[in-house]
């Protein structure tokens, strides 16, 4: 059984910084992508930032420039920096073991994700 754990979270203010980190582990060889997605109450699911087993690396529009995304084999890493208030949200960790999720979100790509871990920013 694969276990997708998150670490961090927490409350920060407005300008300050806060990282998570991911720990995914079982029976799985290799993990194609990790990263960050996050849902905030009434909104989708969006892409916060993801990076291949290769370094290649994305990120979404609203945190582009903020942001730093970086892995090993096992564990993904996000610095988020310069927070802003509408980073608030529900921060999940994706394990994409093929890279399908990576390139286009498909629902059937064989992914796993952690329990959330709360973000929030507030002054």
């Known amino acids: 059984q694969v276990q997708v754990v998150e670490f961090g979270g927490g409350l920060a203010q407005p300008g300050g910084s806060l990282n998570l980190s991911c720990v995914v582990s079982?029976?799985?060889?290799?993990?194609?992508?990790m990263g960050w997605y996050r849902q905030a109450p009434g909104n989708k699911r969006e892409l916060v930032a993801a990076i291949t087993e290769n370094g290649s690396s994305k990120f979404g529009d609203s945190v582009e420039g903020r942001f730093i995304i970086s892995r090993d084999k096992t564990t993904v890493y996000l610095q988020m920096n310069s927070l802003k208030t509408e980073d608030t949200a529900v921060y999940y960790c994706?394990?994409?073991?093929?890279?399908?999720?990576?390139?286009?979100?498909?629902?059937?790509?064989?992914?796993?994700w952690g329990q959330g871990t709360q973000v929030t920013v507030s002054s």
């Open positions: 079982g029976s799985i060889l290799s993990i194609y992508a």
């Open positions: 994706n394990a994409d073991l093929t890279g399908s999720y990576y390139y286009t979100g498909s629902a059937r790509a064989r992914v796993y």
